[in-house]
Nanobody, 128 residues
Framework: QVQLVESGGGWVQPGGSLRLSCEVS????????IGWFRQVPGKERKGISC????????YYADSVKGRFTISNDKAKNTVYLQMNNLKPEDTATYYC?????????????????????WGKGTVVTVSS
């Protein structure tokens, strides 16, 4: 059974940092790319970052480039998203998704339609 479990969300002031984790079981990061997506109520889910199955390529949406860093630890089957200089507009529920075939959207992040498996999300709130 495939499971993706996000953790690390919470409340942070603008300018602060958080690190999200996506713990994956039931599939190998050697074969699946993992992406991070976010969604606010009433809006579509958007891909913000992803790392290829080889770990050699990382992609970022323009909205987070230079502030967020994705990494993976294949020994732990976990993917991380380090988020720095957070802004109120980063407030959202963050999801990770596993993709057998990675496609990149025009915004620079992963395409949500390529996700085969989803986690249940973790909430990030950025406010003063």
């Amino acid at each position: 059974q495939v499971q993706l479990v996000e953790s690390g969300g919470g409340w942070v002031q603008p300018g602060g940092s958080l690190r999200l984790s996506c713990e994956v079981s039931g599939l190998s990061l050697n074969y699946y790319a993992i992406g991070w997506f976010r969604q606010v109520p009433g809006k579509e889910r958007k891909g913000i970052s992803c790392v290829s199955s080889t770990g050699g390529s990382a992609y970022y949406a323009d909205s987070v480039k230079g502030r967020f860093t994705i990494s993976n630890d294949k020994a732990k089957n976990t993917v991380y998203l380090q988020m720095n200089n957070l802004k109120p507009e980063d407030t959202a529920t963050y999801y990770c998704g596993a993709m057998w075939s990675l496609t990149i959207s025009t915004s620079g992040g992963p395409n949500k339609y390529g996700v085969d498996y989803w986690g249940k999300g973790t909430v990030v709130t950025v406010s003063s």
